[in-house]
């Protein structure tokens, strides 16, 4: 089997340090001016915006640009080849449930008084049941200032890399502290 590797090419942003995911929106090329892309000149109407893991300055960039980012950032933690694919090919479902997970954080704590300070995550409960089947429900709680948590869950693959997922959500929610049992 022929998989397609997305060559890492280093542009604008230097690839020898880790980005965080700051925040993504929308803009209609259309509508307005527009915005290119901090790494690749392109314009851009997906619009993710990012920080260096130690920098002060965030940078716009596209979500092409973004993808080699996250996965640079995965070969940085000295993953092989076949864990990139992988995590390639599962990158948009992380995404999706990372950030939904956000902004279902912003929107409790735009209502509650009681904070969320945490989320928890149970993985040994999503390892136990990944033996079974095709795809399991992952376990998780937000936890308030107060201790008090509540839960939900969301469904992934048996054979995604939960790690990988975990990191992606951290790099996604890095204001947020994460716990794993
Ligand atoms: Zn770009």
Redesign the pocket.
Known sequence: MKTEIKRIIE?NLPLNVKYNLIDKSYTSLIDSIGC???????L?SNIATVRPENGKESYL??????E?ILINNNLLDGKSIEEFNKFKSNLPTFIKHSKQIKDNISEMNSKNLNKVVSIQFDLEDFKQWAKYGKSSYLTYYYILETGKKFNDNLRLKNKINIEDFINTFKSINNKINVQLN
Do not use: E
Request: net charge positive.
């Open positions: 542009r290119t892309c901090h790494n690749c000149g392109k851009i960039i596209g979500f092409d640009c973004l080699t």
